[in-house]
């Protein structure tokens, strides 16, 4: 009654306090986010480890449980789940709603560090990575060719596209889905190995010591000062033929090339991406948990017409998926 009261005998006042209520109300709309979800901070950390070649039963013996040994103790985990197959291990550890996620990272990554002394040294390093909130890509972008194969489209999705659409304001990352990247194969001979005495180990070891880049320390004058560093001397096939991978009993050199070839190809298909029943490669632009993802989208377009102009011939750049549209 005292509000029904105080409008009619105070009817200055009520119209004041409902201005300003209207005009909260306004500024208040213009400032509200437009998301299907609400903006919630995931709890969530995931650790993924690779190791190529393992067997699930190794994985799981020798790093999710190594790994997951060292996680349980730490304060504020609700749970801890895996996920093993061969040659890859995730863990994802889930916090309790309102705790410190900032901190649980610390934690979790402390924790992997120091099982890290205990994986297999050909194992790698256990990567631990937080949900940042923002899910799944809203828009899928489609790379196609009819002048480049696979390994060509995602050398230029990667050199091109990806830093293009990272750009744009809102976008948190950009995943390329059915790419087929080149790699540096080493091809064993087993009989040509036995003649000359070398095993694999002496091959893997002498990859691993030779193809690095080292620090060479600091040169400096009164006015600069330059980093200098030992670069690599293998960067092509040729190069790697002549790497020593043995010395026989007479002091006589085994190079990588008396006992395996060296050449560049593509990585093996695993995995390949289709749509309308043609090989494509994906572009899905992840949108930030505090973005507009209209906005992202509608820039996103933007951008793909813009590039049009400008892209390679034959190539095909669309918008093959978004979710802002219902």
Same mark, same amino acid.
């Given at each position: 009654?005292?509000?029904?009261?105080?409008?009619?005998?105070?009817?200055?006042?009520?119209?004041?306090?409902?201005?300003?209520?209207?005009?909260?109300?306004?500024?208040?709309?213009?400032?509200?986010?437009?998301?299907?979800?609400?903006?919630?901070?995931?709890?969530?950390?995931?650790?993924?480890?690779?190791?190529?070649?393992?067997?699930?039963?190794?994985?799981?013996?020798?790093?999710?449980?190594?790994?997951?040994?060292?996680?349980?103790?730490?304060?504020?985990?609700?749970?801890?789940?895996?996920?093993?197959?061969?040659?890859?291990?995730?863990?994802?550890?889930?916090?309790?709603?309102?705790?410190?996620?900032?901190?649980?990272?610390?934690?979790?990554?402390?924790?992997?560090?120091?099982?890290?002394?205990?994986?297999?040294?050909?194992?790698?390093?256990?990567?631990?990575?937080?949900?940042?909130?923002?899910?799944?890509?809203?828009?899928?972008?489609?790379?196609? =060719?009819?002048?480049? @194969?696979?390994?060509?489209?995602?050398?230029?999705?990667?050199?091109? !596209?990806?830093?293009?659409?990272?750009?744009?304001?809102?976008?948190? =990352?950009?995943?390329?889905?059915?790419?087929?990247?080149?790699?540096?194969?080493?091809?064993?001979?087993?009989?040509?190995?036995?003649?000359?005495?070398?095993?694999?180990?002496?091959?893997? @070891?002498?990859?691993?010591?030779?193809?690095?880049?080292?620090?060479?320390?600091?040169?400096?004058?009164?006015?600069?000062?330059?980093?200098?560093?030992?670069?690599?001397?293998?960067?092509?096939?040729?190069?790697?033929?002549?790497?020593?991978?043995?010395?026989?009993?007479?002091?006589?050199?085994?190079?990588?090339?008396?006992?395996?070839?060296?050449?560049?190809?593509?990585?093996?298909?695993?995995?390949?991406?289709?749509?309308?029943?043609?090989?494509?490669?994906?572009?899905?632009?992840?949108?930030?948990? @505090?973005?507009?993802?209209?906005?992202?989208?509608?820039?996103?377009?933007?951008?793909?017409?813009?590039?049009?102009?400008?892209?390679?011939?034959?190539?095909? !750049?669309?918008?093959?998926?978004?979710?802002?549209?219902?």
């Amino acid at each position: 009654m005292w509000l029904s009261d105080m409008s009619v005998k105070r009817p200055v006042v009520a119209i004041v306090l409902s201005l300003l209520l209207c005009v909260f109300g306004a500024v208040s709309f213009s400032k509200l986010a437009v998301r299907e979800m609400p903006d919630v901070e995931s709890p969530v950390v995931t650790v993924m480890t690779r190791y190529d070649g393992a067997a699930a039963s190794i994985m799981e013996s020798q790093i999710t449980s190594v790994i997951e040994d060292q996680i349980t103790g730490i304060s504020g985990i609700d749970e801890v789940t895996s996920v093993t197959r061969n040659g890859m291990s995730r863990i994802t550890v889930t916090f309790d709603l309102g705790w410190d996620l900032t901190e649980g990272v610390s934690d979790i990554r402390d924790a992997v560090a120091t099982a890290q002394r205990s994986l297999p040294d050909e194992a790698d390093d256990p990567i631990v990575s937080k949900d940042n909130g923002s899910g799944e890509p809203s828009v899928y972008i489609n790379l196609n =060719s009819t002048a480049m @194969d696979r390994t060509q489209l995602t050398d230029y999705a990667q050199r091109v !596209l990806e830093d293009r659409f990272s750009l744009i304001s809102g976008v948190s =990352s950009v995943d390329l889905s059915g790419g087929l990247y080149q790699v540096m194969y080493v091809k064993l001979f087993p009989d040509l190995m036995a003649g000359r005495a070398v095993t694999t180990s002496d091959i893997v @070891d002498a990859l691993k010591t030779e193809n690095v880049e080292n620090p060479g320390g600091e040169v400096r004058n009164d006015t600069t000062v330059m980093s200098v560093r030992t670069a690599r001397l293998y960067a092509q096939p040729q190069d790697f033929e002549y790497l020593i991978v043995r010395t026989t009993s007479d002091g006589s050199p085994v190079y990588l090339r008396d006992v395996a070839q060296v050449y560049v190809g593509a990585e093996n298909e695993s995995s390949s991406f289709k749509s309308n029943g043609i090989v494509n490669l994906s572009l899905g632009v992840v949108t930030q948990s @505090d973005a507009n993802p209209l906005d992202v989208a509608s820039a996103v377009r933007a951008e793909v017409d813009k590039m049009q102009a400008f892209l390679p011939e034959g190539m095909s !750049l669309t918008v093959d998926y978004d979710s802002t549209v219902f």
